[in-house]
């Protein structure tokens, strides 16, 4: 099963927690993330990031956008089906916005 958190979340969901951002998350230690791996080529690419701004009126593109890029990385996204077959993944990221971000996205296309 693939699960999101967000980095800081205190209660850590349980599962191989992989970070999915491309920018090592603010204020936070290697020990405090406690992660199994950091798939950073997974995250979106600095333009597309940069365009999206985390503005819901540009989710539906940012997605379209962000997919296509994917499709090009499917050696990561094979690394994570992979594990999700062994158990619980955790999809980790840094946004406050728990609803219009990389994971989410990310998730959506992994479940399809």
């Not at 491309?22 to 936070?28: D, K, Q, S």
């Not at 062994?86 to 728990?98: E, S």
């Amino acid at each position: 099963m693939i699960k999101m958190q967000r980095v800081y979340d205190k209660n850590q969901v349980e599962g191989h927690r992989i970070l999915i951002d491309r920018i090592w998350p603010r204020g936070i230690s290697k020990q405090e993330a406690n992660l199994d791996l950091w798939l950073k080529d997974i995250a979106p690419s600095s333009d597309l990031r940069k365009w999206f701004g985390h503005d819901p009126a540009r989710w539906e593109e940012f997605k379209k956008r962000y997919f296509s890029e994917l499709d090009g990385k499917q050696k990561d996204i094979q690394v994570i089906l992979d594990l999700a077959k062994k158990g619980n993944v955790v999809l980790l990221y840094a946004a406050k916005d728990t609803e219009y971000n990389n994971a989410v996205a990310l998730k959506e296309y992994l479940d399809k």
